[in-house]
């Protein structure tokens, strides 16, 4: 199975280009995800850091 896309993605020209875009997806998303991050307040943090622990937003009626 893998011989076969191989060989017909061999006979594709101009494949090269598709790694190409999407290690540049890959990348630009990573970074803004890492500027969002590192921008974000730290009360912001640490109220996401204990939404699991919080009792209030648990959904008793399960």
Known sequence: MFKFIK??????????????I????????????LVWV?????DDVSEMANLPLNEANTNSTL
């Open 7 to 20: 060989q017909y993605a061999e006979t594709i020209n101009s494949i090269e280009i598709y790694p190409i």
């Open 38 to 42: 590192k921008k974000m307040r730290k």
């Open 22 to 33: 999407s290690l540049f997806i890959f990348l630009v998303f990573f970074i803004v995800l």
